[in-house]
């Protein structure tokens, strides 16, 4: 089972952090994504973490602006957000998935487990 939370309203340029904190799984097997969806859009593949591999790839729309990070002592990876604009706008999700290929990886129908789901709003 995946939580996340940390999403909210935020101004244009600011920053959120979000968490998304698993439970059931052996954690540090597990390759971990965070997905977002906007409204009447596909989800979108943002930023992903390998099982056993300490430098996540991103998505060109967020690379320099959003970090990935994953703490197994603590089952929980996070999403750091800077400078955020209203195109970040959308529901964003964690995703568990242990036996993806490299390739399949910002594929968001490869992962099994999902989180529910934290809204993250950017509005001035």
């Known amino acids: 089972q995946l939580q996340a939370s940390g999403g909210g309203l935020v101004q244009p340029g600011g920053s959120l952090r979000l968490s998304c904190a698993a439970s059931?799984?052996?954690?540090?097997?597990?390759?971990i994504a965070w997905f977002r969806q906007a409204p009447g859009k596909e989800r979108e593949f943002l930023a992903a973490?390998?099982?056993?591999?300490?430098?996540?790839s991103y998505a060109d729309s967020v690379k320099g602006r959003f970090t990935m990070s994953r703490d197994n002592t603590k089952s929980t990876v996070y999403l750091q957000m800077n400078y955020l604009t209203p195109e970040d706008t959308a529901v964003y999700y964690c995703a568990a998935d242990s036996t993806l290929i490299m390739s399949s990886m910002r594929t968001w129908s490869e992962y099994v487990y999902w989180g529910q789901g934290t809204q993250v709003t950017v509005s001035s």
């Open positions: 059931g799984i052996t954690f540090s097997s597990y390759h």
């Open positions: 973490s390998r099982r056993y591999n300490s430098n996540p």
